[in-house]
């Protein structure tokens, strides 16, 4: 029984890193991110983005200890602009609405 118990837990350890891998892959990747915050400013917010979403509002700056609204909106902007593919128009609906906002 106690050998059995521990295949499983091994086995099941084994198993669960490959999938967070893909899913934290996937929620960096700044296609995904654009995609879902454009979504999310239509009204959209569909349970498959909640790590791209999260991937967005980690992004933030601070000066001194303090939360700092124009850098997190640049820093932001930098990291939407890695996406080639990214509208223009969206990238500025994303940011005037959620850009400044501390995740």
């Given at each position: 029984?106690?050998?059995?118990v ?9 198993v669960?890193?490959?999938v ?25 917010n ?6 791209a ?13 303090r ?13 939407l602009g890695?996406?080639?593919?990214a ?6 609906k ?6 400044r906002?501390?995740?």
């Amino acid at each position: 029984m106690k050998k059995t118990v521990i295949a499983v837990a091994w086995l099941c350890l084994s198993v669960s890193p490959a999938v967070f891998a893909d899913e934290r892959i996937e929620a960096h990747d700044p296609c995904t991110v654009f995609l879902c915050m454009a979504g999310k400013v239509q009204g959209a917010n569909p349970s498959q983005c909640s790590g791209a979403v999260k991937t967005f509002f980690s992004l933030n700056a601070f000066k001194k200890f303090r939360f700092n609204p124009l850098k997190t909106l640049d820093l932001r902007k930098q990291f939407l602009g890695h996406c080639a593919s990214a509208d223009p128009a969206y990238v500025s609906k994303i940011l005037s609405q959620f850009g400044r906002l501390r995740g």
